[in-house]
């Protein structure tokens, strides 16, 4: 219960701050066509809180793209407050518009960030009016992935999908050309890690 607690309060928190800042932009008329978010954003968009993100700048020369990662998806760290805790890799399939997310405590992805098995991953979209999807594991037998590897170790894993066996909505992710601004969290023994917003887009088959 005290997971749940700090999981929804955290979500909350990431929702309305980024929400409002999405709102403000708009509201505002900044355009950024490079698709990159600027520090000075972050310190204009404060909402009376000591929580300051970071925002990302994601460069696919710089090895934030697709190319050259361990299941094709995107690698963004995540932080605890202002340190870094770690890393996940995000990939959506533009086909069905389902997400699978490893959490890993190095970038290159070989030493595994796990997790309970009850675990929820929230990805969050600001820009689509504050929409967010839960992803979860698969199963608690193996959890394993598309490709069929296993990934629980001591009844925790680093690994978790949308939308699985819910039955949740994901048309909205359908698509080679989609494109959206997220940001995702989760809770971990009470510590709330988060990522900075990054774009997210498909890898496609």
Known sequence: MNKQKYYFA???????????CAEHDDDHGHDHPDGHAHAEDAESHAHDTDWQPEFADFDDD???????????????????????????????????GDLELWLTKDKAGATPFDLPLDSMV????????GKTV???VRNDQQNEDEDGKGNIRN??????????????????????????EVVISFASEGITHTTAPFKLSPHSH
Request: overall charge negative.
């Open 155 to 180: 009844k925790k894993t680093n690994y978790f999908i949308f939308p699985g066996d819910t039955k949740a909505d994901a048309s909205f992710l359908v698509g080679k050309d989609f494109v959206a």
């Open 134 to 136: 839960e992803l979860q």
């Open 122 to 129: 929230a990805v969050l979209f600001p820009q689509l009016g």
């Open 62 to 96: 710089q090895g934030h793209g697709h190319d050259h990662t361990p299941h094709d998806g995107i690698i963004v760290p995540f932080r605890t407050g202002q340190s870094q805790a770690g890393f996940l890799e995000l990939k959506l399939h533009d086909d069905k």
């Open 10 to 20: 955290a979500l909350a928190l990431i929702s309305s701050l980024f929400i409002g």
